[in-house]
């Protein structure tokens, strides 16, 4: 069996919470209250910041230029391609170009960001993409099954998000990570295959609290607006 077939196996319990949540309901069927669209924006444009930094990790541990040049794609895909959509949004929020490159973290995107900076300076490149693959294969899962829903990527304000997430070119992104991941798993003990699916199963319960923050605009609690 492919080690990423034994991942998705693993967390398919988590990943099929993505779908009944009702941030992710609300993009596909054009209910997400706008308020909370806006507070993910802003949240997601950081996450990107530091997600930007793993690609950029992921060159500089990489074995061969091949997986290099994988990585520089990467970075290159969610710094020009990925935050432009971003970018674009908070145009139409009225989010001006300074405040969104300012927004505070909330506590779930310092956690989940710092765990995926974290794991991924101490260990290796395996570690670094069992770190950064949920985030980008649920995403093109999630963009697929919502661009499945009538109407749903014509919708006039979400309709840009599930294109772009269900996109062939965010799907080329997945796979070159999924074909790295299984390329790397091999000859690993079974020891080594638990420690990276641990980490797989760990930022695929930080998809799903993103979600929930972003629903709930999650802010620190000793912080009161
Ligand atoms: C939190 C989060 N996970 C995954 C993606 C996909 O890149 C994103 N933009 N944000």
């Known amino acids: 069996m492919l080690f990423t077939n034994r991942l998705y196996e693993k967390a398919k319990y988590i990943w099929d919470q993505y779908y009944k949540h009702p941030f992710v309901k609300g993009i596909g069927d054009g209910t997400l209250d706008i308020d909370k669209f ?72 310092l956690a989940y960001t710092g765990y995926m900076l974290n794991i991924s300076q101490r260990g290796s490149l395996a570690d670094l993409i069992a770190a950064v693959l949920p985030c980008t294969w649920s995403y093109y899962e999630i963009g697929l099954r919502l661009n499945q829903i009538l109407g749903a990527s014509e919708h006039e304000f979400y309709g840009e998000w599930v294109k772009m997430y269900a996109s062939e070119e965010f799907g080329q992104l997945a796979e070159w990570l999924k074909n790295l991941m299984n390329k790397l798993a091999e000859g690993k003990t079974e020891q080594e295959l638990k420690e990276l699916e641990d980490i797989f199963l760990t930022t695929s319960k930080f998809e799903y609290m993103f979600w929930e923050m972003s629903y709930q605009k999650q802010m620190w609690p000793t912080d009161k607006e």
Do not use: C, W
């Open 38 to 109: 806006r507070f993910y924006m802003e949240q997601d444009y950081l996450y990107l910041i530091d997600y930007s930094r793993l690609f950029a990790l992921g060159s500089l541990k990489a074995p061969d230029l091949e997986t290099m040049t994988v990585f520089a794609n990467l970075l290159h895909s969610t710094l020009n391609d990925e935050m432009e959509l971003h970018r674009q949004y908070a145009e139409r929020l009225g989010i001006p170009r300074e405040k969104l490159e300012n927004t505070k973290p909330a506590p779930t995107t």
